[in-house]
């Protein structure tokens, strides 16, 4: 079993920038790739970006150029920064680890609040 606990999130205007933390415990071995996944209300849960055990990420296009996912495999976490924030962003973010056999898991969820 993998946990993932996530923190960071909260309420910021327009413009500014968050930063979303994901560590993770359990057996780390067995995940092969990161990521966060964001569902706004009334909206399907979406892919944020992700990031593999080598490093290699993908994005959404939604926010490619405004956020950056990173991980430090010392401490078994990821980042998301994400900056220049629009109402858009408005979301519950959820951590997800992917295995190597595929089996998925996932965080809580931190919320994410973008005022106009």
């Known amino acids: 079993q993998v946990q993932l606990v996530e923190s960071g999130g909260g309420l910021v205007q327009a413009g500014g920038s968050l930063r979303l933390s994901c560590a993770a415990s359990?057996?780390?071995?067995?995940?092969?790739?990161m990521g966060w996944y964001r569902q706004a209300p009334g909206k399907q849960r979406e892919l944020v970006a992700a990031?593999?055990?080598?490093?290699?990420?993908n994005y959404a296009d939604s926010v490619k150029g405004r956020f950056t996912i990173s991980r430090d495999n010392a401490k078994n976490t990821i980042y998301l920064q994400m900056n220049s924030l629009n109402p858009e962003d408005t979301a519950v973010y959820y951590c997800?680890?992917?295995?190597?056999?595929?089996?998925?898991?996932w965080g809580q969820g931190t919320q994410v609040a973008v005022s106009s």
């Open positions: 997800n680890a992917r295995g190597y056999d595929q089996r998925q898991y």
């Open positions: 359990g057996i780390i071995f067995s995940i092969n790739a």
């Open positions: 990031i593999t055990r080598i490093g290699s990420t």
